[in-house]
């Protein structure tokens, strides 16, 4: 079946610019996730979606990040304002609730979105 | 809070011989740790899982890791390292009941002929 979807694949933007990063999660999966990996590092937690509301948004860096995902399925990150530092890969994971424990799997990651702010 | 450290960042292995990667894991409760893979231009991939059941946990394409609590370790092997081995490998903890994931710098595996 279809994984986890991340578009667009690269973006590169200038300084100042306002983007949009979108993930669409494998169908059926009630808990998203997005973090960031720098060049050379593992990635880093951003937040994290139980359905609709974000319940985990901790690992934003500052007020100039928000994501959102309205219907419960697709997601989107947005960052105004982008800096030079923001330039990274930006992941998005997906996982399904076990029914019988209520406790979440895996995370099925996506490919990324390489963002670039020149 | 938890931590994960991997105390190499490249590993040289030949064709053939074993591979070990050494993970150090600090978590405030009983941890769910993980290996992922991330080869280049890829999505990161799941190599197996410890959720508190065997000590022993065996993943895909030969690999596997021993949790030992003592140690707070978790260390992948592998008996024969393959071309298709070369890549990025990430250790990585859960806590919680939303299972954020924290992960370590990682190792890079480069496999000679």
């Known amino acids: 079946g279809a994984g986890v979807s991340q578009t667009p694949s690269n973006k590169v933007t200038e300084k100042g610019k306002y983007v949009e990063l979108r993930c669409d999660p494998i169908?059926?999966?009630?808990?998203l996730y997005w973090y960031r990996q720098s060049l050379g590092q593992g990635p880093e937690f951003l937040i994290y979606?139980?359905?609709?509301?974000?319940?985990?948004d901790s690992g934003l860096p500052n007020d100039r990040f928000f994501a959102v995902r309205p219907e419960g399925s697709v997601s989107t990150l947005k960052i105004q304002r982008t800096e030079r530092g923001d330039s990274a890969v930006y992941l998005c994971?997906?996982?399904?609730?076990?029914?019988?424990?209520?406790?979440?799997?895996?995370?099925?990651f996506g490919p990324g979105t390489r963002l670039t702010v020149l | 809070a938890q931590s994960v450290t991997q105390l190499d960042s490249h590993v040289s292995v030949s064709e053939g011989t074993p591979v070990l990667l050494r993970c150090n894991y600090s978590?405030?409760?009983?941890?769910?740790l993980f290996w992922y893979v991330q080869h280049p231009n890829k999505g990161l991939q799941l190599l197996l899982k410890?959720?508190?059941?065997?000590?022993l946990v065996k993943g895909i394409n030969g690999f596997e890791a021993e949790f030992k609590k003592s140690e707070t370790s978790f260390h992948l092997t592998k008996p024969s390292a393959h071309m298709s081995d070369a890549a990025e490998y990430f250790c990585?903890?859960?806590?919680?009941?939303?299972?954020?994931?924290?992960f370590g710098g990682g190792t890079r595996v480069l496999v000679k002929p």
């Open positions: 169908s059926g999966h009630t808990a």
């Open positions: 979606f139980q359905g609709t509301g974000a319940a985990d």
């Open positions: 978590s405030s409760y009983s941890p769910s």
């Open positions: 994971a997906s996982s399904p609730r076990n029914p019988g424990t209520g406790k979440y799997n895996e995370q099925f």
């Open positions: 990585v903890v859960s806590e919680g009941a939303g299972n954020k994931l924290t």
């Open positions: 410890y959720t508190s059941a065997a000590t």
